[in-house]
C-alpha cells in the first residue's frame, strides 16, 4: 500500500507532479479554498444560449481561440445559431472540424489551424486574417492549458505561459488592425488570477523569469495562475493604448471546475473536477459570462471591466495595477520581439497615439476633399 501511494513512485508515472516544493498540505489548502468558493456557485446560472436569447448577430464575425473543445466550442456553437461567423481557431484543425461539423450552422464556422505554443504558427495565423481581410468585431481569447509537466515550447517559453498568455497577446496584436471600430475583446481568465503573490521588488522590476517559470520553481497551477493575472494586466494596457477609439476589453471568468477537458493532463486533476462536477456550472452555463462580455448590449461603449457569472467583479489589487500592468505588458513585448523581431514592430500594430490619429484622420480628410 505504501509504495503505491509513495509521491517518487507516482512522479515516475506522472511527472506532472512537481519535483521540488510539492507542499501536498499547501496544495490540499489551496483546494479546500477553491471548493468552498465553488459551493457558493449558482447552479441556475443562465447558459452562453440564455444570453444569446433574441439577438440577431448576422454580419458580425467573432474570433475564438480553443474553439476545439469545452467553452470556445459551445460560444461558437452559441454565437453561429445567433448568425454570427465563427472564425473557429484550433490547434488541431482536424479536432476542430470534427468537433464543429455537428453544430448545424452551416459555413458560419470556419476552421483556422494555431498552435499558440509556436509563434511562427501565431504570425501565419495572423497573416492569413490580414490577407482575407476579415473584420472582426468580437475575439474571444479563450485557449488554455493547465496541469501539463515543466517544459519550454520551441520559443523557449514555459508552455502554460505562451499558451494562455503571450501567444494570445502576440496574436491580438498582430490582428489588431483587423478589429472593427466597436470591437470588444474578451480574455477568459479565471479567479485564480487572485493568487499570484509577486513581491513589491519583483512588481517595480518584473524579469521574464516570473513570468516564464524556470523548471525548479514550477507548479502548473503557479503558472497558470500568473498566466491569468497577466490577461487583466493585458486588459490595463490595452485599455490605454485603445482609450478613445471605441474598443472594448473585458475579462471573464466562466465558472470553477468545470468538467472539460482542461483537467486531461493529470489524473488527479480528472478525478478532482470529476468529484466537483455536479457541484460546478454545467459547459453551457460556464460560456455565458464570456458570450455575455462579448454581445451585451449593457456593455456597449464600456471597457476595463472583469465579469463573473455575468455580473461585474473586483480583480484583484495586482490586477489593477496599471503601472504593473506597463512593466508587465512591456516585456512581454520585448519577449515577443527577441523572439520574432518583425511582427511586433510591425507599423500597423504600433500603439496609436493621439498624434498619430489625428494625422491619419486629416490625411483622410484631405484626400476625400
Ligand atoms: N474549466 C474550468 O473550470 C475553467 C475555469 C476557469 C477558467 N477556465 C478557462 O477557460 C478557457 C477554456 O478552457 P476549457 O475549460 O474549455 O478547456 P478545454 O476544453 O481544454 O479547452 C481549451 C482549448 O484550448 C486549446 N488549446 C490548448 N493548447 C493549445 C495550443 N497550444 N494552441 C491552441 N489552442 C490550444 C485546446 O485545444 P486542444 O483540444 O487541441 O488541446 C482547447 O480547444 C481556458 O482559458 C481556461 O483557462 C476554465
Redesign the pocket.
Known amino acids: 500500500m505504501h509504495r503505491l501511494i509513495s509521491l517518487r513512485r507516482m512522479r515516475k508515472i506522472y511527472p506532472a507532479i512537481p519535483k521540488r516544493s510539492l507542499g501536498m498540505k499547501q496544495h490540499l489548502n489551496e483546494y479546500y479554498k477553491i471548493i468552498y468558493e465553488t459551493t457558493n456557485l449558482n447552479m441556475f446560472s443562465p447558459t452562453a444560449e440564455q444570453v444569446l436569447e433574441n439577438k440577431q448577430l448576422d454580419g458580425k464575425t467573432c474570433l475564438i481561440?480553443?474553439?476545439?473543445?469545452?467553452?470556445?466550442l459551445e460560444a461558437a456553437r452559441c454565437l453561429a445559431a445567433s448568425g454570427c461567423r465563427v472564425l473557429a481557431?484550433?490547434?488541431?484543425t482536424y479536432?476542430g472540424l470534427n468537433a464543429t461539423r455537428d453544430l448545424g450552422s452551416g459555413d458560419l464556422i470556419q476552421v483556422m489551424e494555431?498552435?499558440?505554443?509556436s509563434l511562427k504558427s501565431v504570425n501565419n495565423f495572423s497573416e492569413e486574417l490580414i490577407r482575407n481581410g476579415n473584420q472582426l468585431d468580437m475575439v474571444l481569447l479563450?485557449?488554455?492549458?493547465?496541469g501539463v509537466p515543466w517544459a519550454r515550447t520551441e520559443d523557449g517559453v514555459e508552455t502554460i505561459f505562451q499558451?494562455?498568455f503571450l501567444g494570445q497577446l502576440q496574436l491580438l496584436l498582430g490582428v489588431e488592425r483587423l478589429l472593427a471600430p466597436a470591437a470588444r475583446v474578451v480574455f477568459?481568465?479565471?479567479e485564480s488570477h487572485r493568487r499570484v503573490n509577486w513581491s513589491p521588488r519583483d512588481q517595480i522590476c518584473p524579469r521574464e523569469d516570473m513570468l516564464s517559470l524556470p523548471e525548479h520553481e514550477y507548479t502548473s497551477i503557479k503558472a497558470y495562475n500568473i498566466s491569468?493575472l497577466c490577461s487583466f494586466l493585458a486588459m490595463q494596457y490595452l485599455a490605454h493604448r485603445w482609450r478613445g477609439s471605441g474598443r472594448g476589453v473585458f475579462c471573464a471568468?466562466?465558472?470553477?471546475?468545470?468538467k472539460?477537458?482542461?483537467c486531461r493532463h493529470w489524473w488527479v486533476y480528472e478525478a478532482l473536477y470529476t468529484a466537483m462536477k455536479p457541484f460546478a456550472k454545467t459547459i453551457p452555463q460556464?460560456a455565458a459570462t464570456p458570450v455575455y462580455c462579448a454581445t451585451s448590449d449593457a456593455l456597449a461603449g464600456k471597457s476595463t471591466l472583469y465579469y463573473k457569472d455575468c455580473a461585474r467583479r473586483a480583480e484583484s489589487d495586482l490586477a489593477q495595477d496599471s503601472q504593473l500592468a506597463f512593466r508587465v505588458i512591456d516585456l512581454c513585448r520585448s519577449m515577443l520581439s527577441d523572439r520574432v523581431g518583425q511582427a511586433i514592430d510591425n507599423p500597423a500594430v504600433r500603439p496609436e497615439t493621439a498624434e498619430v490619429r489625428d494625422k491619419q484622420e486629416d490625411e483622410g480628410l484631405a484626400a476625400v476633399s
Open positions: 481561440t480553443g474553439a476545439s473543445s469545452g467553452l470556445g481557431a484550433s490547434r488541431n479536432k494555431l498552435n499558440l505554443a479563450n485557449a488554455g492549458v493547465f499558451v494562455n477568459v481568465t479565471s491569468k471568468h466562466p465558472g470553477t471546475f468545470v472539460t477537458q482542461l460556464a
